[in-house]
Structure formats: structure tokens, C-alpha cells
């Protein structure tokens, strides 16, 4: 008589790592239990049989629901431009735009005698001028700071919705985005603050070697600035993820009741969930997102050089008789670069974000829980209640929103 207790592989709960719910813990991973409320459970896409095909992953969105290739990350980003052009282009633009603007006023209306001066004239600048462009610069650099920010925390939420193929509303991402924008700028104040610190660091030992020795000091600024850019890579890299992570994963309040309230997780936790994603997978995430700015690089240095030589033609057919002829030239230029920021920030960003999707899709078993969001409510999002251990779901509670399913493993 067969002993139907324990199933095969093991007694129950034992499930393969990263696929929890699947499978009986060894070699071929079954199908997912069925669970209620939310449809049919997702195709399994991997164990087939020698020489059958494999199932595709589900796509509703701008990605397959499955651990990406390097070329769906890219081919993801770019979709995610197309798919949400007035958040990812159109917002970024005004806020650009806006920045860009308060440049050339700052520029002609307030420093116009400093817009390529003579050298007596250089002479003649005060002090006071010289420390007011620099107080303007550096509330610009501010300003910048605090717009890319922002834009960053949006775009990535807006991936987020691309990949369950989502609608997003410019208002509808704002509001999810708001909360999060203090702490996205302590994220990256932070991970400023541990450069420079490291830097300092590394500059006070390279001096002090070479107050002993100049041939100690020249040893230690060879190895120590080697040493230096390759923690800085790798720390950037293992660190990358951090804006993701804070805008869009959220953890219980109580632990001990892990479905009855949740909070967005805090800047330390997302700098630690970060380098834990990327963990093994340093070099992967380094080269993607490495060839990703030289794609950007390239696409916005294209669009600068075209705006460059617009501009230029402009001032040489407009002569120096046209009043204001080097005003429109520096303004046209200013639209270029204005362009290739724009696109370059939304595409980074957006690759960004489906590197931290993509990792949690390899090490945690994401693109389960999102393929069953995405049969739950392919358009409006997710129904019914929370998700359990194995993929089950839990019964509703009364007054609760609907949980992410980004919520942190």
C-alpha cells in the first residue's frame, strides 16, 4: 500500500530555493496550488522534458515575467520610454526645463557682465559677485540634486507599473513618489557621504606616507588609488539598487503580524537590501549598468552634438549684427543638452529599476508573485488578500489595501 503522507522529495514545505511553493524540493519543479481569488496559477517555465518546448513566461508588461538577459533589460527600458512617454519624457522635460531656465536667468539676468568678459573686465568683478555666483551655483547644484531625485523615485515607480503592464497617471505616481523623497535624498546623501569620507581617508595616509618617505608616499598612493577605484565600483555597484528598493518595497510594521499593517522599509534597510541583491552578482549588475551609460552616453552625445551644430550655424548666419544673437545660440545649445539630460536620466533609471526587479526575480522568486498579481488583475492591479507561504492567498483584511507585491523577503 503506497504511503501518500509525505509526498516525494520530502515532507511538505521544503520548496526550491528562490521558488517557494514549487515543486517537491528536488529536480523538476511542479506546478504552483492552485489559489483562490486568484485565477489560473501562472506556467511554470522551466523542468520540461528533454526536447520539449519550454513554455513562454508571461508578458503583461514591458518585460517577461522570468530572470532577464541583458538585452531585455536594455530592450525593457526603452520599451518603458515609449509605453509611459509623459511621465518618463514629458515629466522630465518640465522638470529639466525648469532647471535649465533658472540657469539663464540666474546667468544673464543676474551675472550678465560675467558672460564671456574681457580680461579688464575680469579685473573689475568684486569679490561680492564672485561669491554670489557661487552661492547661485551652488543652490542650483541643490535644486539639481533634488529633481533628479525626485524624477528617479518616479521613473522607478513607473517601471514598477510597466512590468504588471499597469496604467500610471503623472498625479497617480506623484503620490506614490511623494513620501519617499526625503528619504531617496538621504539615500543618496549617504552613499555621498561614505565616498567622500573614503576618499578623505585614503588623501591623509597618502600624505603622511610622503611626510616619511617619497618613495613610501608614492607606493602608497599607487596601491591605495587602485585600491580606491576598486571599492568605488564595486561599492556603487552592490549599492545601486537602493533607490529601488526604498521607493518600492515595504515591510510589516509588527513582525509578529506580518499581514496586518506595512511601512515603506528605511534608508539603511534599502541600502542593505541593495548590496544583498547584488551580492554574487557584482560583475553582471556592474557590466549591465556600465554598457547602459555608454548607450545613454552615446544616444544624449548625438543629440548634444546636433543641438551644438544647430547652434552654431545659427550664430554664423545671424552675424554679430543681430542683437541677441548669442543669447539664441547658448539657448539653442541649452535645448540639446536639455534633450540629452532628459533621455539619459529617464533610461538609466529605468534600466536601473529593472536590474533590481530582475534580481529579486533571480534570487527571490519575484516573478512568481507578479505573475499571479498580473492573472489576478492584468490592468488594475491586485485583488483580494495578501500573499502567502507557497503562493496561497490569505483571506482579505477588512479596511487593509491591497498589499505590494514588492513587499521585502
Known amino acids: 500500500m503506497t504511503d501518500t503522507g509525505t509526498p516525494p522529495g520530502g515532507p511538505p514545505g521544503e520548496t526550491p530555493a528562490g521558488r517557494p511553493g514549487w515543486g517537491d524540493g528536488w529536480g523538476d519543479p511542479g506546478p504552483p496550488p492552485a489559489a483562490p481569488g486568484w485565477g489560473a496559477a501562472p506556467p511554470r517555465w522551466g523542468g520540461a522534458p528533454w526536447g520539449a518546448a519550454r513554455p513562454q513566461a508571461p508578458k503583461p508588461g514591458v518585460v517577461p515575467l522570468r530572470p532577464l538577459g541583458f ?92 512590468v504588471l503592464g499597469q496604467p500610471a497617471s503623472v498625479g497617480e505616481v506623484w503620490r506614490v513618489t511623494r513620501p519617499h523623497v526625503l528619504r531617496l535624498l538621504a539615500v543618496t546623501f549617504l552613499l555621498a557621504l561614505a565616498y567622500v569620507v573614503t576618499l578623505a581617508v585614503v588623501v591623509l ?65 534599502a541600502i542593505r537590501r541593495s548590496w544583498g541583491l547584488v551580492r554574487g552578482r557584482t560583475f553582471r549588475t556592474f557590466g549591465i549598468l556600465a554598457v547602459a551609460n555608454v548607450v545613454g552616453s552615446v544616444v544624449s552625445s548625438v543629440i548634444q552634438t546636433a543641438f551644438t551644430l544647430l547652434a552654431t550655424g545659427l550664430g554664423l548666419g545671424l552675424g554679430d549684427s543681430f542683437r541677441g544673437g548669442e543669447f539664441l545660440t547658448l539657448v539653442v545649445a541649452g535645448i540639446g543638452g536639455l534633450a540629452a539630460s532628459v533621455l539619459q536620466i529617464a533610461f538609466l533609471a529605468a534600466v536601473t529599476a529593472l536590474v533590481y526587479v530582475d534580481a529579486r526575480m533571480r534570487g527571490e522568486g519575484l ?22 507561504a507557497g503562493g496561497t492567498t490569505l483571506p482579505p483584511i477588512p479596511g487593509a489595501e491591497p498589499p505590494s507585491p514588492w513587499g521585502a523577503r
Open 71 to 162: 538585452g531585455e533589460v536594455l530592450d525593457g527600458a526603452f520599451t518603458t520610454v515609449q509605453r509611459y512617454p509623459k511621465i518618463m519624457l514629458g515629466l522630465s522635460t518640465a522638470v529639466m526645463a525648469v532647471l535649465t531656465t533658472a540657469y539663464f536667468l540666474t546667468l544673464f539676468v543676474g551675472f550678465g557682465g560675467m558672460v564671456a568678459p574681457t580680461a579688464d573686465e575680469l579685473t573689475r568683478i568684486s569679490d561680492a559677485t564672485w561669491v554670489g555666483l557661487a552661492a547661485s551655483g551652488a543652490a542650483l547644484a541643490l535644486a539639481y540634486w533634488v529633481a533628479q531625485s525626485v524624477l528617479t523615485g518616479m521613473i522607478t515607480v513607473t517601471v514598477a507599473r510597466g
Open 205 to 269: 595616509v597618502v600624505v603622511l606616507a610622503f611626510v616619511t618617505s617619497t618613495a613610501l608616499g608614492i607606493v602608497a598612493a599607487v596601491i591605495l588609488g587602485l585600491g580606491l577605484i576598486f571599492a568605488a565600483v564595486v561599492f556603487g555597484t552592490r549599492t545601486a539598487l537602493s533607490s529601488a528598493a526604498l521607493v518600492l518595497e515595504i515591510e510589516p510594521v509588527d513582525a509578529t503580524q506580518p499581514y496586518a499593517g506595512q511601512r515603506p522599509i528605511s534608508v539603511v534597510s
Open 367 to 388: 516573478d512568481i508573485t507578479l505573475a499571479q498579481y498580473a492573472a489576478a488583475d492584468p490592468v488594475g492591479g491586485p485583488v483580494g488578500g495578501p500573499v502567502g
